[in-house]
């Protein structure tokens, strides 16, 4: 037996290493198909959890609603300072971008409407800012900190992921590569 398995196994590790160098030596690499559909998940390259909440307005918003559009979700509450400094840059980076397309949604973490509603307007936000008073679509992001930041490509597969404040040059980076410009 022990004979048997020295013979096999460096066919085996050959073959393994023959794969993992072709695959990653096309020059798609890394780049998910339009047939293939990624599995849904939080890490970059998956397709980005459904999103179901209310507006400040009092709408409701899906994230499949988007599809075809690129998408940055921000995750932030009122009491978060670094929050505070990105969300003008983020307004500024809307408002340059959203005729092509782009949206932030702006999901603000367990707080409620009477808290965040004079924040925005303190601030000027005109992007969608979403309440997530339960907690229930941070935890299905897995949210642990915040800020936290996706971006989502217009196939609604996570582009990039971002644990604390983002500026405009990461934002633009994504724009650029989804082909926003």
């Known amino acids: 037996m022990r004979a048997r398995f020295a013979t096999v196994l460096p066919l085996v590790c050959a073959l393994v290493v023959a794969g993992c160098a072709r695959s990653g030596s096309g020059q798609n690499s890394g780049v998910v198909s339009s047939a293939t559909v990624p599995p849904v998940g939080v890490a970059v390259g998956r397709r980005a959890p459904e999103l179901q909440l209310e507006t400040l307005e009092g709408d409701w918003v899906r994230l499949s609603g988007f599809r075809g559009q690129p998408v940055m979700i921000n995750f932030w509450a009122v009491w978060c300072g670094f929050c505070r400094?990105?969300?003008?840059?983020?307004?500024?980076?809307?408002?340059?971008?959203?005729?092509?397309?782009?949206?932030?949604?702006?999901?603000?973490?367990?707080?409620?409407?009477?808290?965040?509603?004079?924040?925005?307007?303190?601030?000027?936000?005109?992007?969608?800012?979403?309440?997530?008073?339960?907690?229930?679509?941070?935890?299905?992001?897995?949210?642990?900190?915040?800020?936290?930041?996706?971006?989502?490509?217009?196939?609604?597969?996570?582009?990039?992921?971002?644990?604390?404040?983002?500026?405009?040059?990461?934002?633009?980076?994504y724009l650029v590569e989804a082909g926003v410009e």
Request: no cysteine; proline share 6%.
């Open 85 to 173: 400094i990105e969300l003008p840059e983020m307004q500024e980076v809307y408002k340059a971008y959203r005729d092509q397309g782009f949206v932030i949604l702006a999901v603000d973490v367990q707080e409620e409407r009477s808290e965040v509603k004079p924040f925005v307007d303190e601030l000027g936000l005109t992007f969608p800012v979403l309440l997530d008073s339960k907690g229930e679509v941070s935890r299905s992001y897995r949210i642990r900190g915040l800020p936290t930041s996706y971006f989502v490509d217009q196939n609604g597969v996570i582009m990039g992921r971002e644990l604390g404040p983002i500026d405009e040059e990461w934002i633009v980076r």
